[in-house]
């Protein structure tokens, strides 16, 4: 083999995930240049070395010794081209080689020692949605000159007579996808690791600006570690007697100011402070030290909020137009560069704009997004700060662009795992009093120019008159996702029960009618004002069944106000469905067989057990009657407070008949006098804890019976 033009290195250990992709990318390359492939295996058992040897054209083993030069240095030892490049195995190279085109013809004469190529880091294992940042990493160098890595780790290349030149070829593009491909244990154990080494590397030299930025990159997941190197590295770049080090000097300091902040140093606000005025140029102090600000004042300083947010977004602009010194995107890489963070600092900042008040420049910054890779959570983060601007000239039309983009698309899985997560909040939107602590009062608003069952809903909650919520009712398909405020709205505008919702599968619409009765502390008050129509159906019979059942296991605070006219309705209404609907769904002989009711779901059981009941009240029986209570009870647990205000009627049933007209007279007097006060009245109390009153209460307020434990067998 003649001398090759291109030397590719590599060390590897158990790569097995990635060590293929990356070797067949580099196919082309070896295709279109004389190139040799010289890779070391550190000790691997996953099968890395077998593949490697497929491809590589010179294999060898390395015994690990701690030493990321010295295994690099051995790979270049057994190489012969004129220039050298050296690839990660969790990377693949990009298909467009004209970069090393342009390096190949350049004249010798013209050649620097070293080229930098554009090293693409994602955050997500959907590459087609992940975001990314890109750094400038050393990663190719003439092989004539002598050139040899240094450093036990986060190696680098050095000359020993002179300084290195190099220029930039971002032509050149390795995607690394490593680390979204890592636990946090296997992250853990690799930051051991690392820091283990550089311990070793920062003891022997404990002013090494570019061995600080390193332990604290490394021990990212280790918050009481990097504050130790963020104070170490603070005093260093304060002190007088230092030289300063324009190329790491930024960093550093962007390092320990973003780490103090993390970890609620508070010194970190005066750092970020101090590095701004010191170091007003470093991007990466305007952009990730920067953003740990923003998330340090959120909720607690919403001017700093506003302030910091446009340095930042400032500053990221410039990285990504290419505005920042070349030794910041090669010495390190940006952490808060991806989409990710960008869109939780312009959410931060809607939302502090309308802390402040300043609502009207708030909406610019959420107006416009593509959505097209953002995240759930950053999804929902821009759905509560535009729940802030519900009113707002613009807001609903934005929402109406957007939700589109955010539902799901066809079988994309993404999508619909994405809108899984934010339908909740947007369910939210309908509750009453949500967001109101944040300055949201009707947040619905919002989607009232929307299409589909939100939309619907938002338009119901907008109406005032029941023809109109009628109509609009009448137009819903979707009832599964509809809004149970809005139901309950329209219903308490005196509409009638949709037929849409009758039709629904019972699943559906009992699941609606619950989420509707859990929203709505009155709703047994609303149910018992009902105007109800006559039941000229079978699902519609259903549908109020459902509604009244919902209802009275919702009685207690008509209980509690003392509204024992309205429980009457709601037991006369349930008792008159059931009659109704029961012998429509059951044969007349399963309903004549008590026995066989066991296999009937519970509330039905009850209602035949409460109807079998109260032919026992009217015939006397008032013991038989409370025993089917009882028998009911035990199949529907949720009718408890239905069947505690039954008792109670029982009693002040047989107390009232056993009294003698005296006693009654008393009553009618002692109720007389609580209705001139309200329950709350000191007065109240006084005449409850009375002799007089303990005489007649069971006549007024009945006897308190434990319906488990209590009720006669």
């Known amino acids: 083999m003649s001398k090759p033009l291109l030397s590719i290195g590599m060390i590897v250990k158990n790569e097995i995930r990635s060590i293929e992709r990356c070797l067949k990318a580099l196919q082309p390359l070896r295709d279109a240049y004389p190139c040799e492939l010289v890779i070391a295996d550190t000790g691997s058992t996953d099968g890395t070395r077998e593949v490697a040897a497929e491809y590589a054209d010179f294999l060898f083993d390395f015994t690990w010794i701690d030493d990321f030069a010295a295994a690099r240095n051995a790979v270049m030892d057994h190489c012969s081209g004129t220039w050298y490049l050296t690839v990660d195995a969790d990377e693949y190279l990009a298909p467009d080689l004209s970069g090393f085109e342009k390096i190949f013809r350049t004249p010798a004469k013209s050649w620097p020692d070293m080229y930098t190529v554009t090293v693409r880091n994602y955050d997500s294992r959907d590459m087609e949605r992940a975001s990314y940042s890109d750094f400038l990493a050393i990663r190719m160098a003439r092989l004539d000159l002598g050139i040899r890595y240094r450093g036990i780790i986060h190696e680098y290349l050095t000359l020993p007579r002179r300084k290195l030149t190099y220029q930039i070829c971002p032509e050149i593009v390795l995607h690394h996808d490593g680390y979204v491909f890592q636990s946090k244990a296997e992250r853990e154990k690799k930051g051991e690791r690392n820091l283990t080494l550089l311990d070793r590397v920062l003891e022997e030299n404990p002013d090494s600006e570019r061995c600080l930025v390193e332990c604290l990159e490394s021990a990212a997941l280790f918050p009481g570690r990097a504050v130790k190197y963020a104070v170490q590295g603070i005093e260093l770049l304060r002190r007088t007697d230092r030289e300063p080090q324009p190329s790491w000097d930024g960093i550093l300091a962007a390092r320990c100011t973003a780490a103090a902040l993390s970890a609620g140093l508070p010194e970190g606000p005066e750092w970020l402070d101090w590095a701004l005025?010191?170091?007003?140029?470093?991007?990466?102090?305007?952009?990730?030290?920067?953003?740990?600000?923003?998330?340090?004042?959120?909720?607690?300083?919403?001017?700093?909020?506003?302030?910091?947010?446009?340095?930042?977004?400032?500053?990221?602009?410039?990285?990504?137009?290419?505005?920042?010194?070349?030794?910041?995107?090669?010495?390190?890489?940006?952490?808060?560069?991806?989409?990710?963070?960008?869109?939780?600092?312009?959410?931060?900042?809607?939302?502090?704009?309308?802390?402040?008040?300043?609502?009207?420049?708030?909406?610019?910054?959420?107006?416009?997004?593509?959505?097209?890779?953002?995240?759930?959570?950053?999804?929902?983060?821009?759905?509560?700060?535009?729940?802030?601007?519900?009113?707002?000239?613009?807001?609903?039309?934005?929402?109406?662009?957007?939700?589109?983009?955010?539902?799901?698309?066809?079988?994309?899985?993404?999508?619909?795992?994405?809108?899984?997560?934010?339908?909740?909040?947007?369910?939210?939107?309908?509750?009453?009093?949500?967001?109101?602590?944040?300055?949201?009062?009707?947040?619905?608003?919002?989607?009232?120019?929307?299409?589909?069952?939100?939309?619907?809903?938002?338009?119901?909650?907008?109406c005032t008159g029941t023809v109109e919520a009628e109509e609009l009712l009448a137009q819903v398909e979707e009832w599964e996702d509809f809004?149970?405020?809005?139901?309950?709205?329209?219903?308490?505008?005196?509409?009638?029960?949709?037929?849409?919702?009758?039709?629904?599968?019972?699943?559906?619409?009992?699941?609606?009618?619950?989420?509707?009765?859990?929203?709505?502390?009155?709703?047994?008050?609303?149910?018992?004002?009902?105007?109800?129509?006559?039941?000229d159906n079978l699902p519609l019979l259903q549908t109020q069944f459902d509604l009244v059942v919902c209802a009275v296991q919702r009685i207690a605070p008509l209980k509690e106000t003392g509204e024992t006219g309205l429980c009457r309705v709601l037991r006369g209404k349930l008792a008159n469905l059931s009659r109704e609907l029961l012998p429509r769904l059951y044969s007349p002989e399963l309903l004549k067989n008590q026995a066989d009711w066991i296999v009937l779901p519970g509330n039905h059981q009850f209602c035949l057990w409460l109807l079998?009941?109260?032919?026992?009240?009217?015939?006397?029986?008032?013991?038989?009657?409370?025993?089917?209570?009882?028998?009911?009870?035990?199949?529907?647990?949720?009718?408890?407070?239905?069947?505690?205000?039954?008792?109670?009627?029982?009693?002040?049933?047989?107390?009232?008949?056993?009294?003698?007209?005296?006693?009654?007279?008393?009553?009618?007097?002692?109720?007389?006098?609580?209705?001139?006060?309200?329950?709350?009245?000191?007065?109240?109390?006084?005449?409850?804890?009375?002799?007089?009153?303990?005489?007649?209460?069971?006549?007024?307020?009945?006897?308190?019976?434990?319906?488990?434990?209590?009720?006669?067998?």
Not at 615 to 643: C, E, V
């Open 483 to 535: 809004p149970p405020e809005a139901l309950l709205h329209a219903l308490t505008l005196g509409a009638g029960i949709p037929a849409g919702l009758c039709a629904q599968r019972p699943d559906v619409r009992l699941g609606l009618i619950t989420a509707m009765a859990q929203s709505d502390p009155d709703f047994a008050f609303h149910m018992a004002m009902y105007s109800w129509q006559a039941p």
């Open 277 to 462: 005025e010191q170091y007003p140029m470093s991007a990466l102090v305007r952009v990730d030290a920067v953003y740990s600000g923003i998330m340090h004042y959120f909720g607690k300083k919403w001017d700093q909020v506003v302030r910091l947010s446009g340095i930042y977004l400032g500053g990221l602009n410039d990285v990504r137009a290419g505005r920042v010194a070349s030794y910041e995107l090669t010495y390190t890489t940006f952490q808060c560069t991806f989409d990710r963070y960008r869109e939780k600092a312009l959410t931060a900042l809607a939302v502090a704009l309308c802390k402040l008040d300043r609502r009207a420049e708030a909406l610019p910054h959420l107006t416009g997004w593509s959505f097209e890779k953002t995240s759930a959570s950053a999804a929902i983060d821009w759905l509560r700060a535009m729940a802030l601007l519900e009113d707002m000239p613009g807001a609903a039309a934005e929402m109406a662009r957007a939700l589109p983009l955010l539902e799901p698309d066809g079988d994309d899985q993404w999508r619909k795992d994405r809108w899984r997560a934010i339908l909740p909040l947007l369910r939210q939107f309908f509750k009453p009093g949500w967001g109101a602590s944040e300055g949201a009062e009707h947040p619905w608003r919002l989607l009232l120019g929307c299409e589909g069952p939100l939309g619907q809903g938002a338009k119901v909650m907008a």
């Open 612 to 713: 079998a009941g109260e032919k026992k009240r009217s015939a006397g029986d008032i013991p038989g009657y409370l025993r089917d209570l009882h028998h009911g009870l035990k199949q529907a647990p949720g009718m408890k407070d239905l069947t505690e205000f039954l008792l109670n009627e029982a009693e002040r049933e047989a107390a009232r008949a056993a009294a003698s007209p005296e006693l009654l007279a008393l009553a009618e007097q002692v109720r007389g006098i609580l209705s001139r006060f309200p329950p709350d009245n000191p007065a109240v109390k006084e005449l409850k804890s009375s002799p007089v009153y303990q005489r007649v209460a069971p006549l007024i307020e009945g006897i308190e019976a434990p319906v488990f434990g209590g009720l006669p067998q």
